[in-house]
């Protein structure tokens, strides 16, 4: 068994002569194991961040356990030979199971326990390279700055204002969590974070100062890895466009916010499962939304029922639905083909019409930006499950395009 801990190690003779220890506890593994040949004698093994090839004490050397402060996730074991005190801070249930071994080891009754050989115990300096780090309070970033080596990493209400650029030195970040502090601007250089897969940046301030800089939306690798994305509680008015090219984005949550509208493109993201919109000021949704398969959408508390019903079918004749120049039609034979496109290939001013495309109700890609018709839908027909705190009925306006005559019939006729 191996338990990760905090230890203390006192050397009882240095303070017999009045040298006293530095005090300080290390990050460290703590081992039981046994002897390979003579299966009776235990071992404990210790390593540290200053010792990586470990100290080895022998059980049956302990003098005594103190165990008074266990519910603390605290214990000492003081051992005879080497004259050394282990004091011990750990998290108590790991603390309590790892006693029990030790019990066990000491009465002679893990015999039939599954306790390794010391030599297959691969305690390596990997165990003391940390993975993940929760920092509750501002003093406790470490001093050496954050290790490369973190999968998972905590920074919850700190008040911080600024993104800490050392975050963007960790390539095997996977969690980010920056909720609840008063950041209002994520830099460019953040969609390079390669594994990145969950980022929560709820309650926050992006968006206060009108202009959000989402650039980082765009980084390539950021855009295929992202699955969770949670910005709610800010002060955002709008969506940027791009947002659909999250193409791996499984949970979006934008609660909170004063979104007035989402952008058309929202439905892109085919991955898309979960969609929390509540409290914002929505009078309408992208008529794209009805192409993704949600699993579950909240749009409690907006505006749908306020607004007026916006424009009529009969304000617009048919070509300026769908006939359009020739550009438009190559393109939007390109978005039906999924044809791969990039900046390298094609004119910048293209890359930009092919990512603004809208969708029809069919889900065909449409060119056109300005016109389009709102239409209820009701909610049900469309999504698993939605929450929804209207008594009246869960029919919403959807912004509508249309990209032929066969779905301009259909909106005349339904
Ligand atoms: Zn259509």
Same mark, same amino acid.
């Given at each position: ?11 009882? @003779? ?15 593994? =703590? ?6 040949? $003579? ?7 210790? !390593? ?92 406790? %970033? /470490? ?6 080596? $973190? ?8 008040? @911080? ?6 975050? @963007?030195? =960790? ?42 800089? #989402? ?16 910005? &709610?509680?800010?002060? @955002? ?6 947002? #659909?090219?999250?193409?791996?984005? =499984? ?30 000021? $929505? ?5 794209? $939304? ?10 409690? &508390? ?18 300026? %639905? ?24 094609? /004119? ?22 300005? !016109? ?10 469309? !999504?698993?499950?939605?929450? %929804? ?8 306006? %959807? ?11 259909? !909106?005349?006729?339904?």
């Amino acid at each position: 068994m191996k338990l990760q801990c905090q230890v203390e190690v006192i050397n009882r @003779l240095y303070v017999s002569h009045n040298i006293t220890s530095n005090g300080k506890y290390l990050k460290s593994t =703590l081992a039981i194991g046994k002897e390979p040949k $003579l299966g009776t004698d235990y071992f404990i093994l210790h !390593f540290s961040s200053v010792n990586k090839t470990g100290m080895k004490y022998q059980v049956k050397c302990i003098k005594q356990v103190f165990v008074k402060c266990m519910n603390e996730g605290k214990a000492t074991i003081r051992f005879e030979e080497p004259p050394h005190d282990l004091c011990i801070k750990c998290e108590t249930i790991q603390l309590k199971c790892f006693m029990k071994l030790l019990k066990c080891c000491i009465t002679g009754e893990a015999k039939n326990l599954p306790i390794s050989s010391l030599s297959n115990i691969s305690v390596t300096a990997k165990d003391n390279e940390p993975k993940k780090i929760v920092i509750h309070n501002r003093s406790e %970033f /470490p001093m050496q700055g954050l290790p490369r080596t $973190l999968e998972s990493l905590y920074l919850s209400g700190l008040k @911080l204002c600024n993104f800490r650029r050392d975050i @963007l030195l =960790l390539k095997r970040l996977v969690i980010l969590d920056l909720s609840n502090n008063e950041i209002e601007k994520i830099p460019s250089e953040f969609g390079r974070m390669p594994c990145l897969s969950e980022l929560y940046l709820s309650n926050n301030q992006l968006g206060a100062k009108g202009q959000v800089d #989402w650039r980082w939306l765009l980084g390539p690798q950021i855009s295929k890895q992202l699955k969770l994305l949670d910005i &709610s509680s800010n002060k @955002l008015l709008y969506l940027p466009k791009a947002i #659909w090219k999250l193409q791996s984005l =499984l949970t979006l949550k934008l609660d909170d916010n004063k979104l007035q509208k989402l952008p058309a493109t929202l439905g892109r993201i085919s991955s898309l499962r979960y969609l929390t919109i509540s409290n914002n000021e $929505l009078g309408s949704l992208p008529c794209s $939304l009805m192409q993704c398969r949600l699993e579950f959408i909240d749009l409690s &508390s907006n505006k749908f029922h306020e607004s007026s019903t916006g424009p009529k079918l009969q304000k617009y004749t048919p070509w300026e %639905f769908y006939i359009n120049n020739l550009v438009h039609m190559a393109a939007k034979l390109l978005l039906k083909n999924k044809v791969y496109y990039a900046p390298n290939i094609i /004119p910048w001013t293209l890359v930009e019409l092919l990512d603004n495309a809208n969708m029809c109700i069919c889900g065909a890609p449409v060119l056109n930006d300005k !016109f389009y018709i709102h239409k209820e839908f009701e909610l049900k027909d469309y !999504f698993r499950a939605v929450a %929804f705190n209207n008594n009246r009925s869960s029919s919403v306006n %959807f912004e509508c395009y249309v990209c032929s005559p066969k779905c301009l019939s259909y !909106f005349r006729n339904s």
